[in-house]
C-alpha cells in the first residue's frame, strides 16, 4: 500500500507540490491557531450563523421544527438550506462546537481549488490544465472586489459560505455530467452532488438547470434522459427539504432585489489579467472547435446576461456574478494549459531507446514540475501583494466574539437578559455594535441568553419579518430598510410603543443619547450596561382576546396588513378568511398563559367562542386543540376561537 503511494505521488509530483503550495498559502492566510481555537466565530453575517447551528444541535436530529427567537417566530430551516449546519452538528460531536463550525464554513473554500482541478481532469484535460485551472482558482478566491456576492474568501467571511459550498461543488457537477452522458455511467455520483448543491444553497442549481439545454442541444441531444434522472433522483432523495420549500414558499417574506450594475465588478482589475488570457482561451478553443470551452463559455454568457438584466426580482443579480469569473477561470486555465502542452510536452520520447526514453520522461517531470511551481509561486506573490483587507477579516472571525476588546460590555447585558423574564426583545440598530464583532450581534440574545429578539438572519423565512424592519425605522435614525416594496416609516417612538405592544415585545434597548431620551419619555428604565439602557414595555401579552376584526379575503393579505399595521386601527385587526365570525357583545375575558414554548402554546381562558389572538408567526404547521382555527390574522399572527377553557395550540 504504501509502495502505491509513493508510486502515485511520484508520477504526479507536479500536481501534488502544487496542491501543497496552494493548500500552504490558504493555510498561512486561515490559521490554525485561529480556526481551532474554541470561540464564537464572529464578523458580518456569519456571527449570527450561529444561533442557526445552535437551535440545529438542540433539535436534531429534527432538523425542521419552529422558533420563537427571531421576527416573532419563523419555520426553522423551512427556506433556508441545512447541508453545513447538520455537516456542524455531526462534526460538533467530536470536536468542540465552535471549531466545528468554523470548519464547516470553511469547506467552500478549500473546495474549490480541488473542484477546478477536477473539473478540468474529468472532462478529458489530463495535462497541466487540471493544475493550472486549481492555481488561478485562487485568484477568485482572493478577488477582494466581490464582498458579499458569493463564492469568494470575502463573500464567505460575510456568511455565504452555504454558497460558497454549493459553488465550489458545481463545477465537478457540470463536468461530470459531460462525463456521465458521454460514458452513460455517473449517474449516481452526479445525483449526489446535485444533491449537495440543493441542500447547501439554490444559485447554483439554477445555475445548472439554466445550462443543462446546452448539453441537450449542443453536445447529447439523446442525453435528455440522463439529465432528467439525474434530477429527478435529486429531487427524490431532497424532497423531505425541497418539497415544504415549495409548499409553503406562499409563507415568506420576499425582498424586493433592484439591479445593481457596475463595470468594476464585471472587470476587476485585480482580474483583469485572467480575463484577458480568458478571451484568449476562448478565440484559441474556438479556432480548434474544441466543444470542452463551450460549456465554460455557456456558464459565462449566461450568468452575464443574467447580471446584466435580472431586476426587481427576489434574487439579487449580483448574485450570479460569480460564475462568470470562474467561468473565465477555467478559460484562462484552458489556455495556458494549451501553451504549456504545447512547449513542454509536445515532443514524446523516442522509442529506440527504452533508457533514453525514461530520461526524456523524467525530463519532462522535473520541467513540468518547476515550471508549475513557479506559476503556482508567481500567482501567490501577486495574490498576496494585492490583499488589502482579507488577512485582518480573517482575524477578525475567527479569533471569535470573546477576543474582542468590547466583549466584556456585551456580554455583560446577555448575563442582564438572561436574568429577566421571558419576553421578546427589540434592540436599536447602530452600525456601532461592529466593535463587538459584527454590527449583527444583538440578533444572538437568543445564543447567549435565551430570550427571543425581533431581528435574525433568515429575513425571508417569517412573514413578520416586514414588520420588524419597520418597527426598527421607528426606532432609529439609521435603520437598514431592506426593500420589501414599501416606504418605511421615520423615527417616532410614541408609535413605536404601539406597534412593539401589538407585537409581543416586552424589553427594547437603546444605545445612543438621543434614542434613550425619546424612550425615556415612554418607556420604564430597568436597567444600564456599559451604554446600553434597558427598558420594559408596559402590559405586554403573547395571548389574549381581541373584541373588535374585521374579515377579508386572503388575497394579497400581507399587503393589506402591513398598509394596516403602518395606518390602521391596531385595536381593530383583519381576519383573513372565508368564513363569517360574529363579533362578540361582552367586553372583559379573564385569559392566562400557561405555557409558551417554540412547539406548544397553552393557555385558560373564559372567553369561549370569543377571538384570541396569539402573537407568533402564522404558519399552516400550527394546529390548535379546544379551538377552532388557527387563522391568520393581521399583523401576521394566529388568532383562535376557542371551544373549550382549555386550548393548546401546537406545531405539528
Request: hydrophobic share 50%; net charge positive; with cysteine.
Given at each position: 500500500?504504501?509502495?502505491?503511494?509513493?508510486?502515485?505521488?511520484?508520477?504526479?509530483?507536479s500536481?501534488?507540490?502544487?496542491?501543497?503550495?496552494?493548500?500552504?498559502?490558504?493555510l498561512y492566510?486561515?490559521?490554525?491557531?485561529?480556526?481551532?481555537?474554541?470561540?464564537?466565530?464572529?464578523?458580518?453575517d456569519?456571527?449570527?450563523?450561529n444561533?442557526?447551528?445552535?437551535?440545529?444541535?438542540?433539535?436534531?436530529?429534527?432538523i425542521?421544527?419552529?422558533?420563537?427567537?427571531?421576527?416573532?417566530?419563523?419555520?426553522?430551516?423551512?427556506?433556508y438550506?441545512?447541508?453545513?449546519?447538520?455537516?456542524?452538528?455531526?462534526?460538533?460531536?467530536?470536536?468542540?462546537?465552535?471549531?466545528?463550525f468554523?470548519?464547516a464554513?470553511?469547506?467552500?473554500?478549500?473546495?474549490?481549488p480541488?473542484?477546478?482541478y477536477f473539473?478540468?481532469?474529468?472532462?478529458g484535460?489530463?495535462k497541466?490544465?487540471?493544475?493550472?485551472?486549481?492555481?488561478?482558482?485562487?485568484?477568485?478566491?482572493?478577488?477582494?472586489?466581490?464582498?458579499?456576492?458569493g463564492?469568494?474568501?470575502?463573500?464567505?467571511?460575510?456568511?455565504?459560505?452555504?454558497?460558497s459550498?454549493?459553488?465550489?461543488?458545481?463545477?465537478?457537477?457540470?463536468?461530470?455530467?459531460?462525463?456521465?452522458?458521454e460514458?452513460?455511467k455517473?449517474?449516481?455520483?452526479?445525483?449526489?452532488?446535485?444533491?449537495?448543491?440543493?441542500?447547501?444553497?439554490?444559485?447554483?442549481?439554477?445555475?445548472?438547470?439554466?445550462?443543462?439545454?446546452?448539453?441537450?442541444?449542443?453536445?447529447?441531444?439523446?442525453?435528455?434522459?440522463?439529465?432528467?434522472?439525474?434530477?429527478?433522483?435529486?429531487?427524490?432523495?431532497?424532497?423531505?427539504?425541497?418539497?415544504?420549500?415549495?409548499?409553503?414558499?406562499?409563507?415568506?417574506s420576499?425582498?424586493?432585489?433592484?439591479?445593481?450594475?457596475?463595470?468594476?465588478?464585471?472587470?476587476?482589475?485585480?482580474?483583469?489579467?485572467?480575463?484577458?488570457?480568458?478571451?484568449?482561451?476562448?478565440?484559441?478553443?474556438?479556432?480548434?472547435r474544441?466543444?470542452?470551452?463551450?460549456?465554460?463559455?455557456?456558464?459565462?454568457?449566461?450568468?452575464?446576461?443574467?447580471?446584466?438584466?435580472?431586476?426587481?426580482?427576489k434574487?439579487?443579480?449580483?448574485?450570479?456574478?460569480?460564475?462568470?469569473?470562474?467561468?473565465?477561470?477555467?478559460?484562462?486555465?484552458?489556455?495556458?494549459?494549451?501553451?504549456?502542452?504545447?512547449?513542454?510536452?509536445?515532443?514524446?520520447?523516442?522509442?529506440?531507446?527504452?533508457?533514453?526514453?525514461?530520461?526524456?520522461?523524467?525530463?519532462?517531470?522535473?520541467?513540468?514540475?518547476?515550471?508549475?511551481?513557479?506559476?503556482?509561486?508567481?500567482?501567490?506573490?501577486?495574490?498576496?501583494?494585492?490583499?488589502?483587507?482579507?488577512?485582518?477579516?480573517?482575524?477578525?472571525?475567527?479569533?471569535?466574539?470573546?477576543?474582542?476588546?468590547a466583549?466584556?460590555?456585551?456580554?455583560?447585558?446577555?448575563?442582564f437578559?438572561?436574568?429577566?423574564?421571558?419576553?421578546?426583545?427589540?434592540?436599536?440598530?447602530?452600525?456601532?455594535y461592529?466593535?463587538?464583532?459584527?454590527?449583527?450581534?444583538?440578533?444572538?440574545?437568543p445564543?447567549?441568553?435565551?430570550?427571543?429578539?425581533m431581528?435574525?438572519l433568515?429575513?425571508?423565512?417569517s412573514?413578520?419579518?416586514?414588520?420588524?424592519?419597520?418597527?426598527?425605522?421607528?426606532?432609529?435614525?439609521?435603520?437598514?430598510?431592506?426593500?420589501?416594496?414599501?416606504?418605511?416609516?421615520?423615527?417616532?417612538?410614541?408609535?413605536?410603543?404601539?406597534?412593539?405592544?401589538?407585537l409581543?415585545?416586552?424589553?427594547?434597548?437603546?444605545?445612543?443619547?438621543?434614542?434613550?431620551?425619546?424612550?425615556?419619555?415612554?418607556?420604564q428604565?430597568?436597567?444600564?450596561?456599559?451604554?446600553?439602557?434597558?427598558?420594559?414595555?408596559?402590559?405586554?401579552?403573547?395571548?389574549?382576546?381581541?373584541?373588535?376584526?374585521?374579515?377579508?379575503?386572503?388575497?394579497?393579505w400581507?399587503?393589506?396588513?402591513?398598509?394596516?399595521?403602518?395606518?390602521?386601527?391596531?385595536?381593530k385587526?383583519?381576519?383573513?378568511?372565508?368564513?363569517?365570525?360574529?363579533?362578540?357583545?361582552?367586553?372583559?375575558?379573564?385569559?392566562?398563559?400557561?405555557?409558551?414554548?417554540?412547539?406548544?402554546?397553552?393557555?385558560?381562558?373564559?372567553?369561549?367562542?370569543?377571538?384570541?389572538?396569539?402573537?407568533?408567526?402564522?404558519?399552516?404547521?400550527?394546529?390548535?386543540?379546544?379551538?377552532?382555527?388557527p387563522?391568520?390574522?393581521?399583523?401576521?399572527?394566529?388568532?383562535?376561537?376557542?371551544e373549550?377553557?382549555?386550548?393548546?395550540?401546537?406545531?405539528?
Amino acid at each position: 500500500m504504501l509502495e502505491k503511494l509513493k508510486k502515485l505521488i511520484f508520477h504526479n509530483l507536479s500536481t501534488f507540490v502544487v496542491f501543497c503550495i496552494l493548500y500552504l498559502y490558504l493555510l498561512y492566510i486561515f490559521k490554525p491557531s485561529l480556526i481551532f481555537l474554541d470561540t464564537t466565530v464572529s464578523g458580518g453575517d456569519t456571527g449570527s450563523h450561529n444561533y442557526v447551528f445552535y437551535y440545529l444541535k438542540r433539535i436534531f436530529p429534527s432538523i425542521h421544527g419552529w422558533s420563537n427567537d427571531w421576527y416573532c417566530g419563523f419555520p426553522f430551516l423551512y427556506f433556508y438550506p441545512p447541508l453545513l449546519y447538520v455537516l456542524s452538528v455531526l462534526l460538533s460531536y467530536l470536536i468542540p462546537a465552535n471549531i466545528a463550525f468554523k470548519i464547516a464554513t470553511l469547506l467552500g473554500t478549500f473546495i474549490l481549488p480541488l473542484s477546478s482541478y477536477f473539473c478540468l481532469k474529468t472532462i478529458g484535460k489530463e495535462k497541466v490544465m487540471p493544475e493550472v485551472a486549481a492555481i488561478l482558482s485562487l485568484f477568485f478566491l482572493f478577488l477582494e472586489q466581490y464582498s458579499i456576492y458569493g463564492g469568494n474568501i470575502p463573500s464567505t467571511l460575510a456568511g455565504e459560505f452555504s454558497y460558497s459550498f454549493s459553488f465550489s461543488i458545481f463545477w465537478l457537477f457540470i463536468a461530470l455530467m459531460k462525463k456521465g452522458m458521454e460514458d452513460k455511467k455517473c449517474l449516481i455520483s452526479n445525483t449526489f452532488l446535485l444533491l449537495l448543491m440543493v441542500l447547501s444553497h439554490p444559485i447554483p442549481v439554477m445555475v445548472s438547470v439554466l445550462i443543462m439545454p446546452f448539453f441537450v442541444l449542443l453536445y447529447f441531444k439523446k442525453n435528455f434522459s440522463y439529465i432528467l434522472k439525474v434530477y429527478v433522483l435529486a429531487f427524490i432523495f431532497t424532497s423531505w427539504w425541497s418539497l415544504p420549500f415549495v409548499l409553503y414558499f406562499d409563507y415568506t417574506s420576499a425582498m424586493i432585489w433592484r439591479r445593481f450594475i457596475r463595470v468594476s465588478d464585471l472587470f476587476p482589475s485585480t482580474f483583469l489579467p485572467i480575463q484577458i488570457v480568458a478571451l484568449a482561451g476562448t478565440v484559441y478553443g474556438l479556432v480548434k472547435r474544441d466543444k470542452n470551452i463551450m460549456l465554460f463559455l455557456f456558464v459565462a454568457i449566461i450568468s452575464f446576461f443574467i447580471y446584466l438584466f435580472l431586476d426587481n426580482s427576489k434574487i439579487w443579480n449580483t448574485r450570479f456574478l460569480p460564475f462568470f469569473a470562474m467561468s473565465c477561470v477555467m478559460l484562462a486555465a484552458y489556455f495556458l494549459g494549451c501553451v504549456l502542452k504545447i512547449t513542454l510536452l509536445s515532443q514524446k520520447p523516442s522509442a529506440l531507446s527504452l533508457s533514453h526514453s525514461n530520461f526524456k520522461i523524467q525530463s519532462l517531470r522535473v520541467k513540468l514540475l518547476v515550471v508549475l511551481t513557479l506559476i503556482a509561486t508567481g500567482s501567490i506573490f501577486f495574490i498576496n501583494s494585492q490583499l488589502k483587507y482579507i488577512p485582518s477579516w480573517v482575524k477578525w472571525n475567527y479569533e471569535g466574539f470573546e477576543k474582542k476588546q468590547a466583549w466584556n460590555e456585551v456580554n455583560e447585558l446577555f448575563e442582564f437578559l438572561k436574568s429577566l423574564p421571558y419576553g421578546r426583545v427589540m434592540w436599536q440598530y447602530t452600525s456601532d455594535y461592529g466593535r463587538f464583532g459584527t454590527p449583527r450581534i444583538l440578533e444572538l440574545i437568543p445564543f447567549f441568553s435565551g430570550k427571543p429578539t425581533m431581528e435574525g438572519l433568515l429575513i425571508e423565512s417569517s412573514v413578520s419579518a416586514a414588520l420588524h424592519f419597520i418597527v426598527q425605522a421607528e426606532t432609529t435614525h439609521t435603520p437598514t430598510s431592506p426593500d420589501f416594496g414599501f416606504q418605511y416609516p421615520s423615527f417616532n417612538m410614541k408609535k413605536a410603543v404601539e406597534h412593539m405592544k401589538l407585537l409581543g415585545i416586552r424589553y427594547f434597548i437603546a444605545y445612543t443619547d438621543d434614542v434613550k431620551e425619546e424612550a425615556d419619555r415612554f418607556l420604564q428604565v430597568i436597567g444600564y450596561v456599559g451604554r446600553f439602557k434597558i427598558y420594559q414595555i408596559p402590559d405586554v401579552k403573547l395571548v389574549e382576546p381581541i373584541f373588535d376584526f374585521e374579515i377579508q379575503k386572503k388575497e394579497d393579505w400581507l399587503i393589506k396588513s402591513v398598509e394596516w399595521f403602518k395606518k390602521g386601527e391596531l385595536w381593530k385587526p383583519i381576519i383573513f378568511t372565508e368564513k363569517n365570525f360574529k363579533k362578540p357583545e361582552i367586553k372583559n375575558v379573564k385569559c392566562v398563559l400557561i405555557k409558551f414554548e417554540h412547539n406548544e402554546i397553552i393557555f385558560y381562558t373564559e372567553g369561549i367562542g370569543i377571538p384570541h389572538i396569539i402573537k407568533v408567526s402564522y404558519f399552516p404547521k400550527w394546529k390548535a386543540e379546544g379551538a377552532q382555527g388557527p387563522y391568520l390574522i393581521s399583523p401576521s399572527f394566529m388568532v383562535v376561537f376557542p371551544e373549550k377553557n382549555y386550548v393548546r395550540v401546537k406545531w405539528k
